[in-house]
């Protein structure tokens, strides 16, 4: 009994019920990035007092946004790991295996002791929970998302679509929000003493919530079942690699300018601001917040165009709003409260319309055979090169060439998306017949 309380499956149909999916999903994805965001929260305001107190403050940042990056160097390496265990030994071992080292990660860096108790190996500890955090990543790939999508109405794809995407500003929000209350009401010494380690005790606990959640669906025979009917099998890599190579590095850039807004919106402005205005970080984490809600918005949004529009067109409109946003927002953030919040609220609007589509924007391409593990790849390199080192470019032209220069990197990123996007239409790799379809019932009920 407990077993077939996963989901509502109907599996003569092979179809199930993306209601119960999305639940799963979002569950996830939330748990993940709300621990993305208590580490990238805690790289701006924490790290480099805590970490590099002998570099000033701009350079000791600069540090800590290296370190920040390992996560997405590691991510496809903890694909590849943990793939094989998929394969070997099932889906429920995989996952258990890579939250149970990302808890450890994570807690392991609230433990952290500091540069004046340890030196240099305080650095070392901490890329070395960064790292595990990114392998970690790589292995939580459940492979729900692919399956929700695969079990969506035809006409609904769209909005389906945006449903993982929600998970992002939700767990922006919770870390925040947890951030805000701590830097707000202790003092200084307190909050760099102990204060800031409480969020990433509320990270680890997540997680375990989190692993039940998605083991009491993806672990279940009805469920195992469903992904070997969808053919959402984990592949070789190196095979993955070899077949369907070309499209991954496509499916990683198409989503380019969607995944540097995100750093554009969410770190880097709080390093901006924290290293180079009088504001305290928990009156911006609050103005982080109320971006989020509207970034929230944004992606439900999202998914109403792209299935009256198509997914293509979406974000291809996105991305070349995205390019006008990158040469001229940026300033913003030295306009006061004003300007930043002006700077959060269109950044967060943006964000949610083309995020809220860019995940698996080429998956559908992908051979059956090598679909699972190839929309794992492109996700990792997505972010690898469109995240990953955002916050580190961005903090390092602004701060040599002025806040006008930090747009560079978001503008390279809507270039990357327009000419991935063209070059998908060119080989015929996007997905003509969902937009088709998506317009079809739309059209024959007006």
């Known amino acids: 009994m407990t077993e077939r309380d996963g989901g509502r499956i109907d599996l003569h149909q092979g179809h199930a019920n993306p ?68 394969r070997n030994h099932g889906k429920g071992v995989k996952l258990t295996l890579a939250l149970f080292l990302l808890g450890t990660s994570t807690v392991a860096i609230a433990f952290l002791p500091g540069y004046e108790t340890i030196g240099a190996a305080s650095a070392w500890l901490l890329a070395l929970g960064r790292i595990g955090q990114g392998l970690a990543w790589g292995g939580a790939w459940d492979g729900l998302a692919s399956l929700l ?8 794809r769209g909005w389906y679509a945006m449903i993982p995407q929600l998970g992002a500003p939700l767990g922006l929000i919770v870390a925040s929000g947890l951030f ?35 083991l009491r669906m ?65 009156r911006f984490l609050v103005i982080e917040i109320i971006g989020a809600v509207f970034g929230i918005a944004a992606i439900v949004a999202s998914g109403l165009i792209a299935d009256r529009v198509g997914r293509t067109s979406l974000l291809i409109g996105s991305a070349v709003a995205i390019a006008a946003y990158s040469g001229f927002a940026p300033q913003l953030l030295d306009a006061g409260v004003v300007g930043e919040t002006v700077y ?6 943006l ?10 924007a080429i998956a559908s391409v992908f051979s059956t055979t090598y679909r699972y593990t190839a929309s794992a790849l492109t996700s990792d390199f997505a972010w690898l090169f469109g995240a990953g080192f955002a916050p580190l470019a961005a903090l390092v032209l602004a701060s040599n060439f002025g806040l006008i ?39 024959s009920s007006s």
């Open 19 to 86: 209601a119960d999916i999305a639940i799963g999903v979002i569950i996830g994805r939330t748990s993940e990035f709300f621990d993305f965001f208590v580490y990238a929260i805690a790289s701006v305001i924490v790290f480099p007092r805590l970490v590099f107190p002998y570099a000033d403050p701009l350079t000791g940042t600069l540090y800590s946004f290296a370190i920040f990056a390992l996560a997405f160097i590691a991510r496809p390496f903890g694909t590849w790991i943990f793939t094989a265990i998929d």
């Open 149 to 156: 999508a695969l079990n969506a109405p035809p006409h609904r």
């Open 180 to 214: 805000a209350f701590f830097a707000g009401n202790l003092s200084a010494e307190d909050f760099f003493g102990w204060g800031w380690r409480y969020p990433f005790f509320v990270a680890f606990a997540i997680n375990v919530v989190a692993l039940f959640a998605r």
């Open 218 to 282: 993806v672990a279940t025979p009805d469920y195992t079942n469903l992904f070997e009917s969808r053919d959402l099998q984990p592949a070789s890599v190196v095979d993955t690699v070899r077949h369907e190579g070309r499209n991954i590095a496509i499916g990683a850039f198409a989503p380019l300018a969607s995944f540097a807004l995100f750093h554009m919106v969410t770190v880097f402005p709080l390093s901006w601001v924290f290293l180079y205005t009088n504001d305290a970080p928990a």
């Open 344 to 349: 959060m609220v269109l950044g967060f609007v």
């Open 351 to 360: 964000l949610g319309l083309s995020f809220g589509q860019s995940s698996g």
């Open 405 to 443: 220069s930090a747009g560079a990197y978001l503008l390279s990123g809507a270039v990357c998306t327009l000419l991935a996007l063209t070059l998908s239409r060119k080989r015929g790799m996007h997905d003509d017949r969902t937009e088709v379809a998506d317009r079809a019932p739309a059209q």
